[in-house]
């Protein structure tokens, strides 16, 4: 509850949303932090507070010395109680590269995934187009790349309710014969994997327009990438009011088109689009943006309770089954 560039001023009426909108008789939301402070803000239903004081990880606190302080913080042991299956999900709006390494420490990879990646569902034209990785994992093997495109599809499934999502590799182009080795490579796995709809390379523009439902990349690559948009957004936002309010004339245009804006601004908020899984890892982990307010975190828990209803993880597990067993039959044949 304490993390975040908004801290409480945005976890406290963050939940308070999700509660009002959803039903939530079958949810109990375990709290972490300092517990009197947190008395003074919240006064929801389904709440138990856990004492955690002055424990806190900074925003600026890199990740190998957070390892070391963690214990006792409120970010491990919100991770520790999921990691200890005493709940079911963990979201956290504070310091990503060390909620990331407490999440892979203390919960654990699936068997099979060789390491988690950092999801997050972008808006098209059409719908929208599951992402990753985003930056968890900055060099990717074609072996990396394939079990993105297994966890991309599980995400699919459960947030766009996709049953065979179009799965695409970002590339520089197209082409089969774009691209690097290490591309190409994976390109041939993607392609022999049993169960993936895979329509091969894509390229950038390919994230809005809508060709493909899952786009797997590298973390490098996808946080350049997720960068760009947001930065792209944000020349839009501010160039359209600009122009907006300009003169008198432009702003009787903005009165006989505001709601084509309206629905433009609901449609890029990254607000709505918060809420990223730490994918491969044995229990739920959500990572909401760190300047997130309470609508952005309010989708955030709402990412993880779809999450933890669906078995999300066990869909994963058995996708990565099926995929060894098709390759080590292949390589049997051979």
């Known amino acids: 509850m304490m993390g975040g560039d908004l801290g409480m001023d945005a976890t406290v009426p963050g939940l308070s949303l999700y509660i009002q909108n959803h039903d939530c008789d079958d949810i109990t939301f ?24 002055e424990n806190v990880i900074s925003a600026s606190e890199k990740p190998a010395k957070a390892l070391k302080i963690g214990r006792k913080t409120s970010m491990f042991e919100a991770i520790s109680c999921v990691a200890q299956g005493n709940a079911d999900a963990v979201v956290s709006s504070g310091n990503t590269g060390a909620y990331m390494a407490l999440s892979k420490i203390l919960i654990g990879a699936i068997d ?10 972008l808006p098209n034209v059409l719908n929208s187009t599951v992402m990753l990785d985003l930056g968890a994992n900055t060099d990717c093997s074609p072996a990396k790349l394939l079990q993105f495109a297994i966890m991309g599809k599980a995400v699919s499934q459960v947030l766009q309710r996709i049953e065979n999502p179009r799965i695409g590799l970002l590339n520089i182009g197209t082409e089969r014969t774009k691209g690097t080795d290490l591309l ?5 796995l993607l392609e022999r994997a049993q169960g993936l709809n895979f329509i091969g390379f894509v390229e950038g523009t390919d994230i809005t327009n809508g060709t ?3 786009i797997v990349t590298d973390g490098f690559t996808g946080n350049v990438s997720l960068k760009t948009m947001e930065g792209t957004i944000r020349y839009i936002a501010h160039t359209l009011k600009t122009g907006f309010s300009s003169s008198l004339m432009s702003k009787v245009g903005y009165l006989c088109c505001r709601n084509a804006i309206k629905t433009l601004k609901n449609a890029i908020d990254p607000r709505n689009h918060n809420g990223a899984p730490l994918v491969g890892l044995k229990k739920i982990s959500i990572k909401s943006h760190g300047n997130s307010d309470a609508v952005g975190f309010a989708n955030a828990i709402s990412v993880a309770v ?3 209803k669906s078995g999300f993880v066990e869909n994963i597990e058995k996708m990565i089954s099926e995929i060894e067993k098709g390759n080590s039959d292949e390589n049997k044949n051979n």
């Open 306 to 308: 779809k999450l933890a």
């Open 30 to 53: 375990e709290l972490f932090g300092n517990k009197s402070i947190i008395e003074r803000h919240v006064g929801l239903p389904r709440c138990v507070i856990h004492d955690t004081g």
């Open 184 to 188: 190409e490579e994976a390109y041939e």
């Open 112 to 121: 099979g995934i060789e390491r988690p990646a950092i999801v997050s569902i």
């Open 212 to 214: 493909a439902d899952v």
